[in-house]
C-alpha cells in the first residue's frame, strides 16, 4: 500500500514563494506517474503539474509555467512542487497522487480519476 503525505503549504502574499512536500512510503514499482492536483472552494480538481518516476518526463498546466517546478527526490522519496511568484488564483488545496504506469508518455494525459493513492492535501492561501 502506497502512503502519500503532503506538507508545506500555508498563506503568503501575492509574488511569494512556497514548496510543497509529498513523502511517499510503502511498497511502490520503479515506474509511476506522479501528479501535483489542485482543487478551490466551488470548483473541481485541476492538474498542476506531474511528472514520471521512471524517466525524464515532466509537465505542468499553463496557468503555473515558468512558475511552479515539479521534481523528485530519490534519496528522500519525496515528491516536490516549488511554487514561485504565486497569484490570489493559486489558492487551493493541494494533493499529491500516484499511479503505476509502464510508460511516462500517458502521464501528462491522466485525470484525476486515473490515479490510484492520494494524500490528504495540504492548504496554499495567497492573499493580494
Known amino acids: 500500500q502506497v502512503r502519500l503525505v503532503e506538507s508545506g503549504g500555508g498563506s503568503v502574499q501575492a509574488g511569494g514563494s512556497l514548496r510543497l512536500s509529498c513523502a511517499i512510503s510503502?511498497?511502490?514499482?520503479?515506474?509511476?506517474?506522479m501528479g501535483w492536483f489542485r482543487q478551490a472552494p466551488g470548483k473541481e480538481r485541476e492538474g498542476v503539474a506531474g511528472?514520471?518516476?521512471?524517466?525524464?518526463?515532466?509537465y505542468s498546466t499553463d496557468s503555473v509555467k515558468g512558475r511552479f517546478t515539479v521534481s523528485l527526490d530519490d534519496v528522500q522519496n519525496t515528491l516536490l512542487l516549488q511554487m514561485n511568484s504565486l497569484k490570489p488564483e493559486d489558492t487551493a488545496m493541494y494533493y499529491c497522487?500516484?499511479?503505476?504506469?509502464?510508460?511516462?508518455?500517458?502521464?501528462?494525459?491522466?485525470?484525476?480519476?486515473?490515479?490510484?493513492?492520494w494524500g490528504q492535501g495540504t492548504q496554499v492561501t495567497v492573499s493580494s
Open positions: 511528472l514520471y518516476t521512471g524517466g525524464d518526463n515532466t
Open positions: 510503502g511498497y511502490m514499482h520503479s515506474s509511476y506517474c
Open positions: 497522487a500516484a499511479r503505476w504506469s509502464s510508460r511516462g508518455d500517458v502521464c501528462s494525459a491522466l485525470g484525476d480519476t486515473a490515479y490510484s493513492y
